[in-house]
């Protein structure tokens, strides 16, 4: 009998490992991916966990520690650079690794690229299905049909909005936009982040590998006619949020003006009743989004590694394959998911009373972890 063919739309963390899974189960995956070639947005992420033993059985282990960055620690400044307070952010010799997501995409493609196809440079513009498969249409290419189409294009899936509706029913803001660019000038510590907060804003100089990052993180009610991909607008929307911020910040300012390759998005949630609907399904940030609050480079490895071996398990009926798919991993989902706010709380506070609590705190524990445990904790 023929190898099953799916189609995977994105080729971002999710797309590529699902590639690889679904190859070696005998599937024949399709990624197509709407960027030119693999994307440069280099925000460090991260790989722990179940996600780092996925990475280990699939030999990636060594590569993923080489390009790994050298963070051991978050340190809080105040106005005139004096630090406020401390968390260590390494695990202590253990498995996790942060790496930028560059890195990771491009480990992921290299592992998956010889046993899938890959098309770059166009997307999903249609999808009709039926009980025998789906027929797509491309934006560029021509119309195909597959066993089945998986959506791993992230935060703004099109194939979320083609086959389970609009964006605004599934897509939460957190009340905070996350802005990144590459920064200009040698990083002050190559293991440590530094973080900048005044109330309701936080500015990060992350020192990555070769380049350091900026990442501006700042609390704003979601803008009505924002638009992911107006730089423009982004610029503008900075300048408002950070006028008459201390620390570097003009300085940083100054470096977004010019700035060619700023990214801004709003933080949101993804949240959706099912995952499957009929042979299309989603993982990944089209699925389940934490954006940068909550591990969502692992959940997308260890959400398609699941996905994969549930259809390895029962090629035959993907229905099945989706339920169990879904029931495992909203298990680790789930957690992450209720873990945002407070994540958000600790990292940006929105008072001058709330960062004195949160710059207090770190020196008592390490902050991010004991949020995240107490998430978890309250979650199980
Ligand atoms: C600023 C920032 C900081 C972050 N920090 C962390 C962190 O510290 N730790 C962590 O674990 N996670 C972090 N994350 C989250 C992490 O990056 C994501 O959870 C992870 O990349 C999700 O992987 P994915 O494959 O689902 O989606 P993505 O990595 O977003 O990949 C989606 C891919 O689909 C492509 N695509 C989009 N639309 C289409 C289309 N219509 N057709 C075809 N292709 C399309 C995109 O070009 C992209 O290549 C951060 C995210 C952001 C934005």
Redesign the pocket.
């Known amino acids: 009998m023929a190898a099953k063919t799916v189609l995977i ?7 590529p490992t699902l590639a690889y899974w679904l190859a070696r189960a005998g599937y024949r995956p399709t990624v ?4 030119a070639g693999l ?1 440069s947005s280099g ?4 790989v722990r966990g179940p996600a780092a033993e996925v990475m280990r059985k699939m030999g990636l282990t060594e590569r993923v520690r080489e390009a790994a960055t050298e963070v051991a620690s978050l340190r809080f400044v105040n106005d005139r650079g004096k630090r406020v307070g401390r968390v260590a952010m390494s695990d202590g010799g253990g498995t996790d690794v ?1 790496l930028t ?1 560059t890195d990771l ?1 491009r480990i992921l493609y290299d592992a998956s690229a010889e046993d899938a196809e890959y098309v770059f440079h166009d ?2 513009i249609g999808i009709e299905q039926d009980a025998g498969g789906v027929d797509v249409t491309f934006d560029r290419g021509a119309p195909r049909r597959f066993d089945l189409v998986v959506g ?7 194939v979320r909005r083609l086959a389970f509706g609009p964006e605004r029913e599934f897509v939460e803001h957190m009340g905070v936009y ?1 802005a ?1 660019m590459p920064f200009d000038g040698p990083v002050p510590h190559r293991s440590e982040i530094v973080m900048y907060n005044s109330p309701g804003r936080a500015v990060a100089v992350h020192p990555s590998r070769e380049h350091g990052i900026v ?1 501006f993180m700042f609390r704003h009610a979601a803008v009505p006619d924002f638009d992911y991909r107006n730089a423009e607008q982004h610029k503008r929307l900075l300048e408002t949020a950070y006028a008459g911020a201390g620390w570097r910040v003009p300085e940083l300012l100054e470096q977004v003006r010019t700035a060619d390759d700023l ?1 801004l ?1 709003s933080v949101s949630r993804v949240r959706l009743p099912s995952w499957a609907s009929g042979r299309v399904v989603l ?4 699925a389940s ?4 609050f909550g ?6 490895i260890a959400g398609a590694h699941t996905l994969a071996t549930e259809l390895a398990a029962t090629p035959e009926d993907p229905a099945s394959a989706f339920r169990r798919y879904e029931a495992t991993h909203r298990k680790l989902v789930n957690p992450r998911q209720r873990n945002v706010p407070m994540a958000a709380a600790m990292l940006i506070p929105a008072t001058r009373a709330g960062m004195a609590v949160r710059n207090f705190g770190t020196r008592l524990v390490p902050l991010v972890n004991a949020a995240q445990k107490l998430a978890l904790a309250k979650s199980a």
């Open positions: 739309s994105g080729a971002g963390v999710a797309g197509v991916e709407r960027a994307r925000s460090p992420v991260d942060e997501r995409a997307s999903v791993t294009d992230g935060l703004h899936s099109g996350v990144t990442a990214y998005d993982a990944g940030d089209a989004c934490v954006s940068l591990d969502g480079s692992t959940l997308a």
